[in-house]
């Protein structure tokens, strides 16, 4: 029975992994910390001075609700900032499930619903705009998700070309190029292929980092591969290889479950390929 049992494991690949950790108890927050930045005047149409701050969540902007009959993240987007774990990972295979709600709010309330997985995150809450950590984005909007983005200083090296539209987009067989907020081509790449889901329906998100490379992958399907993990810091790039992971509150309402992490000594080579 037991050589039956790991033979089905094997074939179906079901079973949980006992290497799997979760990263929400799907009961409170514990283990994470919220950050939330200044708020938006709508009259004015400007940012208030003013952080919210740390762990300080007066419109339960983060919180655990049931969603589709399962303990699920809710983020409302009601105010921007973010979730991050405590903790502090290097060389693992995260993957969580999100998808899109209903609610939108200014000044994002008439653009593309956004939110965003920001991995490696290191350094004082609100070094971006005033809101999240600097870190590597996976990005998470409307059509496009999987984009690459160096959140405050964050850089990796992407196979890309250059669209038309002066746009680069991930390309394995592109020349190596390198992205951060000064670099020449930008802080962004766009993923490729797109593979997200329609709003309504759980996308699953999966992303591996060892050492300085990463694989974004979305709904089984490598859409980038990213080289050569670094941050800004006083003009040069120095590695980063861990931190934090934090999910991003960005006007939109959101919601994450089966959030998991394991650790790994490499990452398979036929997501390299």
């Known amino acids: 029975m037991v050589v039956l049992f790991l033979a089905f494991i094997a074939i179906n690949g079901e079973a949980q992994n006992p290497g799997w950790k979760k990263l929400l108890n799907e009961k409170d927050l514990s283990g994470w910390d919220t950050y939330l930045g200044p708020s938006y005047d709508t009259i004015r149409k400007i940012w208030n001075n003013t952080p919210i701050g740390l762990n300080n969540d007066p419109l339960q902007v983060f919180s655990i609700i049931t969603n589709d009959g399962q303990a699920v993240l809710r983020i409302s987007g009601e105010r921007f900032g973010g979730i991050s774990t405590k903790e502090n990972f290097h060389n693992y295979h995260?993957?969580?499930?999100?998808?899109?709600?209903?609610?939108?709010?200014?000044?994002?309330?008439n653009g593309k619903r956004d939110s965003g997985l920001l991995y490696h995150a290191v350094g004082n809450h609100g070094a971006?705009?005033?809101?999240?950590?600097?870190?590597?984005?996976f990005q998470l909007q409307e059509g496009d998700c999987g984009d690459y983005w160096g959140v405050a200083g964050g850089s990796?090296?992407?196979?890309?070309?250059?669209r038309d539209s002066a746009e680069y987009v991930y390309d394995s067989k592109g020349k190596l190029l390198l992205f951060n907020e000064r670099a020449r081509n930008g802080r962004r790449c766009i993923k490729s292929p797109d593979a997200e889901l329609p709003n309504g329906e759980w996308n699953k998100?999966?992303?591996?980092?060892?050492?300085?490379?990463?694989?974004?992958?979305?709904?089984s399907k490598v859409i980038m591969i990213l080289h050569n993990s670094s941050q800004l810091e006083n003009g040069k790039l120095i590695p980063l290889i861990e931190g934090k992971i934090q999910l991003q509150s960005e006007g939109a309402e959101i919601f994450y479950r089966n959030i998991e992490i394991q650790s790994i000594d490499h990452i398979p080579s036929k997501l390299l390929e």
Not at 128 to 137: H, M, N, P, T, V
Not at 156 to 162: I, L, M
């Open 94 to 109: 995260l993957r969580l499930e999100f998808k899109w709600g209903q609610s939108k709010y200014h000044p994002r309330k």
């Open 128 to 137: 971006d705009f005033g809101f999240w950590l600097r870190s590597q984005e």
């Open 156 to 162: 990796f090296e992407v196979r890309a070309t250059k």
């Open 205 to 219: 998100l999966e992303l591996y980092c060892y050492n300085g490379t990463a694989v974004h992958m979305l709904n």
